[in-house]
């Protein structure tokens, strides 16, 4: 799938090789692929490399220079991750390498209207990371990434940041150059975010350039005065179903230019004294009972997070200097990405639902054997969930892939 995405000409159309002399043998496309493929076989620790050199898949999924010598070995991988691409200019290449791949599988067809969804996460340190501190929302010692999601579920941007920032720091180093990406090739942008994200400069920056948005924002009691006449519980026997309530008003905080809609929902559930109740602000043109139940759909954000997490292992920033923790999360990025274009463009519809921790127990670690002939190679897998069948299906539906070229 990723030659048909063009992963490998990406690789060498960004990547620049500073070796000289015999540390040349392994095309950087190969380590690349490496350290990536790793980490969707659930192998994030470099120390796997030793033993994953002579895996027959790691050595087919390189250039033929690795088929009959093996992959590389830990202490190549680990200068490759920790020194090649912590140099400047590779770094910067990850970031489009990644955005780029997710282009050429939009090119396939995606909708009119773009669904960005925004949020952070808490990675925690157990030694003496660069920049790691303690947060005092998650209780932890940490990283505090940000990272930016469409709602197929691929992820964007990211940036790694100390653990003691806001949730919204660097907010429009990741959100305006993907607005920016999606209005050239005509698209309609809506954005998503929690409570984190309620700023007035972030609407401002949004109604500017004329994208629609949802984003929570907390309570207050000059909110709550609005809503007044909604947080009476209902006279009688209460209700075993919940009693849900809607309003819409303006409304205008000290700190704002301009008065805004605000959406609110009260909800009565049996057995609660109190109700819940949750503020949007939004300047959606759909009624109450939509923007709500448009914003809920963030929540699959939070899911891919913990995919993201439990699947490529985001959370194994283990080393010392921050550079090295930020190219560790971007090749943690890259792998979550094309597993998650694995499931959505080339996964039979029965089994398009599998989260990636499924996909990886059932389908990456398969048993196999590879058999060496004189003009080619036999891989032969074990059936077990990866069936003759299913094998068949996902390989007639990758070459269905037309990507344009460039």
Not at 161 to 177: C, F, I, M
Request: proline share 3%; charged share 25%.
């Amino acid at each position: 799938m990723d030659e048909r995405l063009g992963f490998g000409d990406l690789i060498a159309q960004q990547l620049t090789d500073s070796r000289r002399g015999k540390n040349t043998q392994l095309p950087l496309a190969d380590l690349l692929r490496q350290s990536v493929y790793s980490r969707i076989a659930g192998y994030e620790d470099i120390n796997d490399a030793e033993r994953l050199a002579q895996d027959p898949t790691f050595r087919l999924i390189g250039s033929e220079k690795i088929w009959g010598r093996g992959a590389a070995l830990t202490s190549r991988l680990q200068t490759f991750e920790t020194e090649m691409l912590a140099e400047e200019e590779n770094f910067r290449s990850l970031a489009r390498i990644n955005r780029e791949l997710i282009g050429k599988a939009e090119a396939l067809g995606s909708p009119q209207r773009v669904v960005l969804d925004m949020d952070s996460t808490e990675i925690p340190v157990y030694g003496q990371q660069e920049q790691s501190a303690y947060n005092g929302h998650f209780e932890s010692t940490c990283y505090h990434p940000l990272l930016l999601f469409n709602r197929e579920g691929d992820c964007l941007a990211a940036k790694l940041r100390s653990g003691n920032v806001h949730s919204a720091d660097d907010w429009e180093e990741l959100l305006l150059p993907e607005i920016e990406w999606q209005q050239k090739l005509g698209k309609e942008v809506v954005f998503r975010a929690d409570a984190a994200f309620a700023k007035p400069e972030i609407y401002e920056a949004l109604e500017t350039r004329g994208v629609k948005y949802a984003i929570r924002i907390p309570a207050n009691d000059n909110l709550e005065r609005d809503i007044a006449e909604l947080l009476t519980r209902p006279a009688g026997r209460p209700s075993h179903k919940p009693v849900i309530r809607y309003k819409n008003f303006l409304y205008q905080a000290a700190s704002w230019k301009t008065a805004r809609r605000v959406v609110a929902k009260v909800e009565f559930h049996f057995g609660e004294l109190f109700p819940r109740v949750g503020f949007i602000v939004t300047n959606l043109e759909t009624d109450s009972r939509a923007v709500v139940r448009f914003y809920n759909k963030r929540g699959t954000a939070e899911q891919w997070i913990k995919e993201g997490k439990q699947a490529v292992k985001m959370t194994r920033l283990s080393c010392h200097r921050f550079r090295s923790n930020e190219v560790r999360l971007w090749l943690s990025v890259i792998a979550y990405n094309l597993g998650n274009l694995w499931r959505r463009l080339v996964l039979p519809n029965r089994i398009g639902n599998w989260s990636l921790t499924s996909l990886q127990q059932r389908l990456v670690k398969t048993g196999g054997r590879l058999l060496k002939h004189a003009r080619y190679y036999w891989l032969l897998l074990a059936e077990s969930h990866l069936t003759r069948r299913l094998f068949g299906a996902m390989v007639r539906r990758i070459g269905l892939l037309s990507v344009p070229a460039g």
